[in-house]
């Protein structure tokens, strides 16, 4: 039984730091990718969009405090960058270290004169495989810093929405962007999860109509994916939490109040986690349980046609025996020897005993319901 | 073995958001209802009931404080009426949004001027499919709005004795109003769980009478049914213990002693939610061991037959050997070669000692306690 | 296999209420048995006992303050008694429906002039089936009524207490003789459990003795009626521990000092319940476990015969086989089939060769350890 | 199959009240030791010992406050010895009465004038069965009473180092005193769980060695072992968390420090209970792996013999057929039937046949990996 | 079939206390090493280490406030050391036994000049197996104790930090340090876990490839060294929040900030572990489907098998009955015995019957889906 190719999963490394680095170290990873860095500069009235080189005289441009500022920054490689962070914009160098390492989980740490936080951003990939990808933000009154490692994102309709000025997003300053941010990132999670339900949904057809053990290896698939989102949702919903209780004045009571319906979504996403790996559960065992069904009907095809047959053979070996009837050296005769066989009716009797027998097992086997 | 048509269920999918919609936007969908608006208007004295075409003048038909109103809306397709309430009632857009993305959970939320609620409304259809529908409520000073997205709904009681003036209901105002059709809400929960627990006694029922395997698909439905139920149940009593600590002026002190009793019925749920899940866990057990129990008595036949029949078929095997105690074609003697089949008992003897073989094993078998 | 008369059990179908009526409103079944009511005047001195017809007068008689009264109604058949409650005692119309709706969780409610409480009487009945009737508190300054469905109870034990005015029960008043009817009622499940731990060890002696399929079956029922009691203990512990925390007037220090005593018993039984619960899982696990090692057995002794005798029945076959070495039609010799059936000794040497594989096999077992 | 007999264990019963008796009742066994009672009195300068009659000028004796007494009673069948302390040091009766009654759970509880303390003390009795005696408390200012039932016990290291005045002992008080048994009493649960834990590890050895059945049992009795010992872990912990919590005069701050001391020892216990229990569990595990895999090994090897063989019997039971190649009575020729028997090499082909389809199904059933 | 040499792992008893010490006792282990004694002296400028032989003139020496000193003690045979400890520095003697009873759980406790805490140091050693090391604190306003039973340990890292003076470590004084030290300890967890976490991924492979009994041993062993991490892992993350949350001046405020850092890692680690134990339990529930899987298949080819050929020799058997057609002493013709015998296409007939059973069979077995 050839393996189906898609448990050939690309394997999803937990990574994790190595002991021994002093803290607050700035982690370059040596594939990391060039950073690109773009600038949305926008009002209610206005919006541009250009794309930095790098960040050196982006604590001028900041000053400008008519605007509200997204700084987009995708790709880690240059130490440089964080360095102008850290001295410019005095951001702690645990902060630098948490962006850089990016197996933080979703967390929310205030400072001074800026916000810190991390979520995490799923997306399925071709092969659907889960991608997990750190996204952190850095929040100051009138900026919104973005860090992810690579290039690709879910977050084209914020861009959208910011460019063409639909809804809250050009009014609601920095903190409100932070917010649509995470709220987009927690909506595709919901996606996932729909596509996982539909799975668990094929899963289940699937058992009634032909179970084999791919439904097993499925099954196991999606329950340990749950595990993972279930991994990044729990810390999600307390950062969430800690944000509507911070007294952080970079976020507005009106972000507050969008945060709550974040923080809404977040137990739903939770919720469904779990009700998904019920689900998970209950095919498991309905597998299990199938298995053992259909052990027992083989069992039972193997029972009724040894216990019919076996019995008989034995009769058909009895009057193949050659006990001779006559001493064939002497001619002596042994006429207690199988005398059966010679008599007139002797096959017919012994066919009819045969049939006997089967037929009282036939009936003792119904009786026991086998035959259902 | 037919699948039971009954397993053929409507699918009950979560619905789930779609990632990227502005926070806020109210969602028709294209299946929508048209609404049916009617308007309740009573006090302890009076009772009247109007359909109206659109809520375009209600701001002014509420401004009589003598009377309470429930404006029930059936139906979402009128992007109009949502905006009217917006501008009318100052209803914030997040509200609006969750009214219309029906898949939220029980809750309550306070705003200045108004209560938000939402209770999940479940019904079993004529196929005992659980159907699960939205029910919000909006509560102002003197009136409630309630939205629910399909024309049926389980509340004729409640309008029957708003009609007749029974009990409380005329006199409580519109937080009483709500508090009774969330209570009957919640009444509707125990009918569907008394419908299952029913159903699991007759499923223990068959347990004993006749195990098959429809009694794991059964119980592996209900136990599903149930999960759904206790996503709805666990969170509708927080929303009630929200509503008891609430210090929203437009939830009165007399309806707070209600809603303790329903958050009351709301543990009661739960309780014997709880109580339903383990049965059926209890089942599936005991299912499991019926069926490997099943599987020992079908092994024992094969064994007990298998190897009475066995041996003696051995025996006779031997003596339907070949071996030729004359040399056909030089007439030498081989008188060791089975002289047992020329002697005058030699069929007498093998057949007692066939015998004896047998008893021994069926005393052996006795013995261990296969035949019990 | 017969199934134990004992498993017919009485269902206990968990009463519901029925979706659609008024909140307070008194419900008297059809079936509802004709009220007994008791009226017992006692203080430290002096005692009497008197049944009443009903509860006209009942307001008088209670204004004596030097007295403490019991007032215990049996049977609930009499819609007056509850108007008259209702009117004369001032008594919520919501009390008067948990008292009639006899499918509430043990629970304390303060009302201004009154303590509601509710206690689950739990009795095992000639069948060993466990009864759980409602038994409900009506505490005030000097009187104390209690109401239960049916006739028999378990409270003697008080009463007789109260008559020959042993211990405090004649000086405590009011709260202490519901304290002594509610630690009573929870001594009696310390009887129930240890009854049910006897009958878990009796099932853990026939798991070593003779396990059949019974030990399964019982074990459930006991884990079912655990579940039962579980959900009597915790509501029960929670509403002690509200009486214990109440501020209310009616509830005497001492009587907390006694309450804070039934507490503890109500945690043990609670510890109790969780024991049992855990040793019938035990117990279920040995059976299973018990199950598999019997089925290895059974197929041991199967693929031992079997593997024996199927190669010796095979070798017996072949020389069963009739290769002519002489053409019966020709006479021309065919020398080469089957030249051992005219050896001297070829029937020895298969006998040797046939043994020799039979003892290689069960040193083969052997060593595999199949034998012991 | 013999049962070990060690599982022929002591039955556990878990002592119960009976229903009805009067709170306060103090409660003397029928089979209730004699008291022996001794009062050690003891300064940082002086000890002596001495055995009391009974108690009735202790009163006077405990007046002394330079020194120290510890007043230990063993076997409770003196009615008179509790009614003394009721009346000469006022003790409640709730508390003679959870004196007297030992099934209490470990506790503490403080009254005006004293502390009441109950401890498990926990021995394995010569079969490696856990006893579980009860100890209790009774802290005044200068005076330190122990109850226990029975007359041995595992105190005397407190004994001795209170003879030699080694450590704190003697100048601690009696709250100090207190602190110093309950904390032997803690250890002893050490050397039962190490006890255990060897144990365990001998069953994973045997898991290893040589699985048989005795595996389960033992380690669901050890597992129950664990299940008594959590129920009495989880309260002394509580208990000694309201030690520490005590606003008790009687409780000295040194001694609190100890307690934390004891405290930290008892979460070390549940911790190493929660381990065993989790290897406990392990344990089964693997036992019920080992016994499906050996069933598959089991099967594998009937599954082998037969498939191999009960074809090739097939064919030697076709050439064993009797068909005639000439009619015995008419000598009519019926060359068609089984001309093989009459062929030169018929036999040589036969068996060359047989040996392919045996060499055939080997090779299958090594790549399927069965013989691995 | 012979067990993998790893897994005779070297047990890891979990070393107990024996009881009846008095509290407070230094412990002295016979098999205890030597201590080898390192004094660290450092500021911002200057750093120097030398080996004391005593600790007799480290109280002299620690007066000097302008450096930070780190005195590292390694092994423990010194009574005088501990005895030392107790009279120049004032440690309490329960902190000593703590110490020097190397099996603490990692805590935290304030003294007034001193703070005491334990980290255990988990490290894989040539065989793969856990070792648990104490390592204990005990921090001072300039100075900072550590004291460990070993020589070997995993901190050369910081040592080196230290030498080179890079990063916080020369500046943030002793608690820094205590920080820097139980940071290193803590990364060295996420080590462990990663490389269990590929041996889990290992052992999924396996299970795809060819799942074997090693998998369920292997698994068992990681899930039972996740146990023993997770029991390390909870109380540090409680003593993290301990020290987070303390008032002690020994701990600055920056420590602190680095500590929140720590405490996150912490809640990773449980994060992973909890993730790994999951991904156990999984990878079993996959084996023993497989398990029972593979099971199915084993009976499937004995049951395809029996029953197709046993019939078959069951005919077979038939026509190799003796009935005879001419009595061989009277010569009397038995026409009814077996005329088939002398048909002239009896054979041919049967054949065909044969081969249609055969082929029914075959289509049968098809149906129901066992050759998939």
């Known amino acids: 039984m050839a393996k189906p190719a898609k448990h050939k999963k690309k394997r999803q490394h937990i990574e994790l730091p190595h002991a021994g680095a002093s803290p607050g170290t700035i982690f370059i990873d040596s594939k990391a990718l060039n950073p690109i860095i773009k600038l949305y500069r ?35 490689s240059s130490l440089a960058l964080f360095e102008t962070l850290s001295r410019d914009f005095n951001v702690n160098k645990l902060t630098l270290e948490d962006i850089t390492r990016t197996y933080q989980r979703p967390k929310q740490e205030e400072y ?13 990939d071709e092969n659907q495989n889960l991608e997990n990808q750190q996204y952190s933000f850095l929040l100051t009154d009138n900026a919104l810093f973005t860090f992810q490692e690579n ?71 999606i329950k340990r994916n749950l595990i993972n989102i279930r991994r990044v ?25 969008y945060i709550r319906d974040a923080y809404d979504h977040c137990i739903q996403i939770i919720d469904i986690v779990e009700s998904l790996k019920e689900i998970s559960a209950s095919n498991i065992d309905m597998y299990l349980s199938i298995i053992s069904n259909r052990m027992n009907e083989i069992m039972k095809v193997l029972t009724i046609i040894s216990s019919i047959f076996i019995p008989l053979t034995f009769i058909a070996g009895i009057y193949g025996m050659n006990f001779a009837n006559v001493d064939p050296v002497t001619g002596k005769l042994l006429p207690q020897n199988m005398p059966e066989l010679y008599q007139a009716n002797g096959y017919l009797y012994t066919m009819v005993i045969m049939a006997l027998i089967a037929v009282l097992q036939i009936i003792y086997f119904w009786r026991k319901g086998w035959f259902k």
């Open 233 to 257: 949702a729990w810390p999600e919903r307390d950062k969430l939490n800690d944000i509507l209780r911070s007294d952080s004045h970079l976020i507005t009571d009106q972000t507050k109040m």
């Open 112 to 124: 001074d004169h800026y916000v810190f936080a991390v979520s995490r951003m799923l997306q399925l």
């Open 42 to 76: 926008y009002n209610a009235e206005s919006y541009e969009v250009k794309e930095l080189k790098d960040i050196s005289n982006l604590k001028v441009l900041l000053q400008d405090k008519t605007h509200t500022f997204w700084v987009e920054i995708k790709g880690f």
């Open 151 to 221: 290039y690709e994102d879910c977050l084209d309709p914020v861009r959208s929405r910011l460019k063409i000025g639909k809804g809250n997003i050009r009014l609601g300053g920095s903190s409100y962007l932070m917010y649509a941010l995470m709220d987009i990132i927690i909506d595709t999670y919901f996606e996932i999860l729909g596509a996982w339900g539909d799975e668990l949904d094929n899963i289940e057809d699937r058992l009634f109509d032909k179970p084999d053990k791919t439904v097993m290896f499925d099954t196991q698939l």
